[in-house]
């Protein structure tokens, strides 16, 4: 099983928690650290229209941000993450802490919306974390599916970032 990450506040945490996994060049492909709007839509396929309609830190993103990371590397999984990390970059819409993290994989793509009350270090830390999180329990899954993925291969079964 094959994993590529599409980061976006957490500035890389994700592909650097997968690579301190001794053997994670047997499933890690890659990642994209889009930052930038356009680097979202050029590097990832993030509509201009989702973009627009939706922002950079939505649900819409997040999804399309995983779903792009995932067609453009050929992963079996793609694990992405959008937020606003602090202190600045907030709107009364869109608190600081505010994240979205989306994991694709065979069949669908799942959501999910976080807010993080720390520091700019903290939020990253922990949206990092859930984004890990999410991946292993969605690893866990196709794997109980029969898909022929090890979960505990992926971050090692003591790997404190996978909790």
Not at 36 to 60: P, R, T
Request: overall charge neutral; aromatic content about 4%.
């Amino acid at each position: 099983m094959t994993v590529a990450t599409a980061e976006s506040c957490t500035g890389g945490l994700l592909g650097d928690a997968l690579t301190d996994v001794p053997g994670s060049s047997g499933y890690y492909l890659g990642g994209v650290v889009a930052y930038a709007d356009g680097a979202k839509a050029s590097l990832l396929g993030v509509g201009a229209e989702v973009l627009a309609a939706h922002g950079a830190v939505s649900a819409q993103a997040a999804r399309a941000m995983a779903e792009g990371v995932r067609t453009r590397l050929g992963a079996d999984l793609a694990v992405a993450v959008t937020g606003i990390a602090g202190p600045g970059g907030a709107t009364a819409d869109k608190p600081v802490g505010l994240v979205y993290l989306a994991v694709a994989g065979p069949g669908d793509t799942e959501v999910h919306r976080r807010r993080w009350a720390g520091t700019r270090a903290e939020n990253k830390d922990a949206s990092a974390a859930a984004a890990l999180d999410l991946l292993h329990a969605r690893a866990a899954r196709v794997a109980a599916a029969g898909r022929g993925a090890d979960p505990d291969r992926i971050l090692g079964p003591d790997d404190p970032r996978q909790r």
